[in-house]
T-cell receptor, first 111, second 114 residues
C-alpha cells in the first residue's frame, strides 16, 4: 500500500508564501502530482515531478526528493483565489500506474 | 484543449432507480478513470479503462457498473444505490497508462441517493 501524508490545513496572508509538504511511501514510485481543488469543483492539474529537483511554473513551484519520499508545493505571492485544497498524488508502477491521493491540505488565504 | 465533460452535473435518485453517469473527452486519450469523492476527502479511484478495456476495478460493489463504448466515452451505470453512495463522481482521462501522463478531471456529477 501507500501512505501519503500532508497537513490538513494551513493559513497564510495575501501576498505571502506558503509551503505545503507531502511525504509518501510507495514501492514503485512513478511520479508525483499536485492538484488544486476549489470547494465543489474538480481537481485541476498544477504540477508533475518524476525526477529530483524543483519545477517552477509562475507563482507555483514543486520540489521532489525521491530518496526522502518528500515533495513540497510552494505558492508565492498568495492571492485570495488561491484559497483551496491542494492534493498531493503519487503514481505507483507496482499498482498499475494508478494515482493515490493524499488527504489534501486546505489553504486559507486571509487579507 | 484539456476538457473532460460530464453529465449530468447533479443527480438525485432513489434506492430503486437505475441511472447512468456519462463522461466524454476528445483529446485522443486512451485511459479513462472513475473516482468517487466524499466531502472534505480526497478522490478515491473506482475504475480504470485502458484502450477501452477494464484495467483496474478497486473492489467496487456491483451496483456500480462501468462501460466504455468507445475511446471517447465512459459511462457509469448505477442501480440499487445506498444513501452512503452520495458523493461527487469524477471522471478523468490521460494519454495512456504509461509513464509521465497527467490525468485531467471533468467537473464531476454530484449524486444524492435518497
Amino acid at each position: 500500500g501507500q501512505n501519503i501524508d500532508q497537513p490538513t490545513e494551513m493559513t497564510a496572508t495575501e501576498g505571502a508564501i506558503v509551503q505545503i509538504n507531502c511525504t509518501y511511501q510507495t514501492s514503485g514510485f512513478n511520479g508525483l502530482f499536485w492538484y488544486q481543488q476549489h470547494a465543489g469543483e474538480a481537481p485541476t492539474f498544477l504540477s508533475y515531478n518524476v525526477l529530483d529537483g524543483l519545477e517552477e511554473k509562475g507563482r507555483f513551484s514543486s520540489f521532489l526528493s525521491r530518496s526522502k519520499g518528500y515533495s513540497y508545493l510552494l505558492l508565492k505571492e498568495l492571492q485570495m483565489k488561491d484559497s483551496a485544497s491542494y492534493l498531493c498524488a503519487v503514481r505507483d508502477k507496482a499498482a498499475g500506474n494508478k494515482l493515490t491521493f493524499g488527504g489534501g491540505t486546505r489553504v486559507l488565504v486571509k487579507p | 484543449d484539456t476538457e473532460v465533460t460530464q453529465t449530468p452535473k447533479h443527480l438525485v435518485m432513489g434506492m430503486t432507480n437505475k441511472k447512468s453517469l456519462k463522461c466524454e473527452q476528445h483529446m485522443g486519450h486512451r485511459a479513462m478513470y472513475w473516482y468517487k469523492q466524499k466531502a472534505k476527502k480526497p478522490p478515491e479511484l473506482m475504475f480504470v479503462y485502458s484502450y477501452e478495456k477494464l484495467s483496474i476495478n478497486e473492489s467496487v460493489p456491483s451496483r456500480f457498473s462501468p462501460e466504455c463504448p468507445n475511446s471517447s466515452l465512459l459511462n457509469l451505470h448505477l442501480h440499487a444505490l445506498q444513501p452512503e453512495d452520495s458523493a461527487l463522481y469524477l471522471c478523468a482521462s490521460s494519454q495512456d497508462l504509461t509513464n509521465q501522463e497527467t490525468q485531467y478531471f471533468g467537473p464531476g456529477t454530484r449524486l444524492l441517493v435518497l
